[in-house]
């Protein structure tokens, strides 16, 4: 009777061990693969960057004709920065693909997307020489893990060889949001009430300067809400360096609840963030 | 002079940026004792400083290197006194002097000509000067 009772014990503790094993091994890291998610969809917004190159076009509305050549000058060097900043975007959403794809043990895929990362590379698009390595070694891993078939084993290799590159290009992609698409939408602010506060000030008909006031409200609000943008765009890309930045500190005990949770709360914090982005 | 790193040009951008608008207060705020032509010569140079302002962004997007360097401390120096003379001018003339040596820094800055950098930057720092 004893013994019967002892085997059914070792029964039941061998049964709850290996359930508590294979939980291990599955772990499903759910908040690691919602903050990739998020990621992804926040790098796939590029608006910001259309709006900024084509900044110097805009400004013809409000300048005189003799500033025009010199407008057009600054549309062609940023049209000629245009993919550079657009290439962030895509190494940060190819990444923040695979980082997904791992943490829910599949494959990253190699596309036509990780192709342009190497060729662009290979032309030398990239004015900054740190930031070009930095491109080049997350890039060259992204490369490896789909040709390599890496799967959830890698992880955290994945994560600890591309915290350090990674940095440096979101920390340069938040540089550029924060400095210079602030800087460049306090420019057209100025002109906007230069061009503005000129005409009425000329005007004399009481409704064309009704008229006038209200095409300069509406003009001001839309560069309200692009100031908006801008600044919660600064958010989302903080979020994602520091969210990294923990991935990568905890990155040998992803399936713990409290790192879980931890991870869950950068993922939120990016949402919201996102999520004010996108509803402007 | 060393080359502008992203900080020192965006710092750059936003002081011609405060130039242009000290200007056009200065057209505005004065506006019907002024000349056409004098308006006109004014909106040029606000003008001409806003590109520039912009022109700087420009290089801030094209830079992402974080060395602060020294010596624009005295080009951000040259265009604070160019602003604190066009807020407290009453004279449009030496309104003018200013706001023209400060579109020749502007210039010199942007084409990264250190000789025309110090030149100008003296040249807006004594127009400052002598104006108060």
Redesign the interface.
């Known amino acids: 009777m004893r013994r019967h009772r002892t085997g059914q014990l070792l029964r039941l503790i061998t049964a709850a061990c290996l359930i508590l094993l294979a939980s291990a091994c599955t772990a499903n890291l759910t908040s690691v693969r919602d903050f990739a998610n998020t990621s992804f969809d926040a790098a796939q917004y590029s608006q910001l960057v259309v709006v900024?190159v084509e900044?110097?076009t805009r400004?013809k509305r409000y300048?005189?004709s003799?500033?025009w050549p010199?407008?057009d000058r600054?549309a062609s060097?940023?049209q000629a920065?245009r993919q550079q900043?657009l290439l962030r975007h895509t190494l940060v959403k190819e990444y923040m693909s695979a980082l997904g794809q791992l943490a829910a043990d599949g494959l990253p895929i190699y596309d036509n997307e990780l192709d342009e990362l190497g060729k662009a590379l290979e032309d030398a698009k990239f004015?900054?020489e740190?930031?070009a390595t930095a491109f080049a070694a997350v890039s060259k891993l992204l490369v490896t893990a789909a040709t390599d078939r890496w799967r959830r084993d890698k992880l955290e290799s994945l994560i600890e060889q591309s915290n350090a590159p990674f940095q440096v290009v979101v920390?340069?992609m938040a540089?550029?949001v924060e400095?210079?698409f602030t800087?460049?939408a306090?420019?057209e602010r100025?002109?906007l009430?230069?061009y503005y506060?000129?005409l009425q000030?000329e005007g004399k008909d009481p409704a064309g300067l009704a008229a006038l006031a209200e095409w300069r409200a509406f003009r001001t609000n839309e560069l309200v809400t692009h100031d908006q943008a801008i600044r919660n765009y600064v958010v989302v890309l903080k979020t994602i360096g520091q969210g990294h930045q923990k991935l990568y500190e905890t990155r040998d005990q992803l399936s713990k609840a409290e790192v879980e949770a931890d991870i869950q709360r950068y993922a939120n914090r990016l949402k919201e963030a996102f999520n004010a982005v996108k509803g402007l | 002079m060393p080359p502008l790193t992203s900080d020192d040009a965006f710092a750059l951008s936003k002081s011609f940026r405060d130039l242009s608008v000290a200007l056009g207060d200065f057209r505005f705020a004065h506006w019907n004792t002024l000349s056409e032509s004098d308006r006109s010569t004014l909106e040029d140079e606000e003008w001409s400083l806003l590109n520039s302002a912009s022109d700087m962004i420009t290089k801030v997007v094209g830079l992402t290197l974080d060395e602060s360097q020294a010596g624009v401390a005295r080009l951000k120096g040259a265009t604070a006194s160019a602003q604190k003379a066009v807020k407290t001018l009453n004279d449009v003339r030496k309104v003018i002097t200013v706001a023209t040596a400060s579109v020749g820094l502007a210039a010199a800055i942007v084409s990264k000509d250190p000789g025309a950098i110090a030149k100008n930057a003296k040249a807006v720092f004594d127009a400052a000067t002598a104006s108060a």
Do not use: F, M, W
């Open positions: 900024y900044t110097p400004l300048e005189p003799s500033q010199e407008l600054q060097q940023r920065q900043l004015a900054d740190g930031e920390g340069a540089k550029t400095q210079g800087g460049d306090a420019i100025i002109a009430d230069k506060t000129t000030q």
